[in-house]
């Protein structure tokens, strides 16, 4: 949790406590952590400062880029995490309480997007259209929604036939009613749940569309373009890309360890009213 608050105050309040701008070049190419650096202003004024990660292959402050890094990346995968988890509930949920056709093409169609393997999909057509954060933005949702379906239709499918779903039925609520009020104040947990581990997932998949050179665009940092574009300073020990990669990693084991906490501290994955 004390990870998932850190990462979230830096995403934040990236403008204010990063020492050096996104894009400023302050100092040779990979220097060393610790090492002295110098910013120069639009007016010509010069600041000197300590790249306290050292710099990228651009001559750009290393931790800077990281901050502002994280900005993009947790600001992107929580949009698409968002947008995929509302998609799928309202889809899923949809075909729970309507049931009969629109069940089954529901299902269907979802079965056909998950057949497809997910990160070619997103190459292909991230490929054919325009590269900007908006079509980023909505392949990913399009893409994880189709997890978020199949657990809410599993989960739904079991408070749809208790007996005060039936009730409301008799006394002629409507299905976006029964959705809203009835089933989803039954299924909180399991929902939540896998709300954290869909953002977890989203920050990874957008590292790796980064990484491929389809994610976010240079010059915008993010963290999966930092590894791309420092990786060949491992060949000579330069530890500028392990930073983004442990950045990554650390928010993937945060994100996961609190949703592991909230399922113990609930006494049933189908949540309840209380």
């Given amino acids: 949790m004390l990870g998932c608050i850190l990462f979230g105050f830096v995403a934040v309040y990236a403008d204010a406590i990063a020492p050096f701008g996104e894009r400023e070049i302050v100092g040779d190419v990979w220097q060393g952590p ?56 309202l889809l899923s949920f949809t075909a729970a309480v309507v049931g009969g056709w629109t069940d089954q093409i529901l299902s269907r169609i979802n079965d056909m997007l998950l057949a497809i393997p997910t990160l070619i999909f997103a190459l292909v057509v991230l490929a054919a259209l325009p590269q900007n954060i908006v079509i980023l933005v909505l392949v990913m949702a399009v893409i994880d929604q189709t997890r978020v379906y199949r657990l809410g239709r599993a989960v739904a499918v079991d408070v749809v036939v208790q007996d005060y779903v039936e009730a409301a039925r008799l006394r002629g609520e409507g299905w976006l009613w029964i959705i809203f009020r009835e ?68 928010l993937a084991v945060s994100v996961n360890m609190v949703v592991d906490w909230m399922l113990n501290r609930t006494a049933s994955l189908k949540g309840g009213r209380g």
């Fill in 34 to 89: 610790g090492t002295d650096c110098l910013s120069t202003a639009d007016d010509g004024t010069e600041r000197a400062g300590t790249c306290h990660l050292g710099t990228d292959n651009l001559g750009r402050d290393m931790l800077s880029r990281l901050i502002f890094g994280a900005q993009t990346t947790i600001a992107v995968a929580l949009i698409a995490s968002l947008l995929s988890f509302s998609a799928g509930m």
């Fill in 183 to 250: 089933v989803l104040p039954n299924v909180w947990t399991p929902l939540i749940a896998e709300f954290g581990l869909r953002f977890a997932f989203a920050v990874l998949f957008l590292s790796t569309l980064s990484f491929l050179g389809l994610g976010i665009q240079p010059p915008e940092a993010d963290w999966g373009g930092m590894v791309k574009d420092n990786k060949d300073g491992i060949i000579f020990l330069v530890p500028a890309a392990l930073y983004p990669g442990a950045a990554i990693a650390l």
